[in-house]
């Protein structure tokens, strides 16, 4: 077995080259992250998206089935890292599932153009919009159940224009949402930040992971709340809740 990303010898720890009493001296929690993952340091403009990225992944209250999920198990009194696997267990294509689709369907179309013009952006965005009308489907990162408009997505856009780091993949997700002529179908989280990891040079396949250590400390802290505030075996429904539609009173 060979590994290129930590050497461990008697008194010395290597991480992607550095040092880690370096590491640990210097580098702040997000550049670790993107360091592990890209193999290189970020600029100070990219470690700020990319925090911001991370920040916005942290909750979203208890609507997720994945924070249900880990509090329901906290409630049965399972240990903490029995209710966090079930609650990473629990994501899936329809929960956090969007950002890997996303991610592959704006670099697939773009195919690592860097020069193209907004015309022919609008023209790839205009395309996707029709072939996924035709086949009847939603494109990934776009609507919420909540939110007319995302609000974190919103924040996100504000902050990566204000960092001049608005670049072909959120152009192209931007394009989408135009040409979807739907003012209630807008880029959610998944979308908006897919598109800047894009442009960050994040492969789709790395959408997922980074969304759960965005997530991590938020399913922590609803487990710690779960455990310490709320009753245990925690029930949803009541029983008068619960419609029983299949069949009755059969005889052997």
Known sequence: MRTSI???ESNKIITKGYSQEDLINNLSFPEMVFLLFKKELPSEKELKIFNHILVSFCDHGLTPPSTQV????TSSGSPLNVALS???LSFGVNHAGAIEKIMD???DRLNNKKEITDEQIDEIAINIVNEYKDKKMNVPGYGHRFHEYDPRAKKILELATEEGFVSNHTKLALSIEKHLKNKKIRLNIDGMNGAILSDLGF???NGIGLFIIGRLPGLIAHINEERDNENIFRKLYELEDIPY???EDKVL
Do not use: E, S, Y
């Open 245 to 247: 539609i299949g069949d």
């Open 70 to 73: 880990a509090r329901l198990i």
């Open 203 to 205: 492969k789709g396949i």
């Open 6 to 8: 930590t050497k461990v």
């Open 105 to 107: 369907l704006l670099q």
């Open 86 to 88: 079930g609650a990473l």
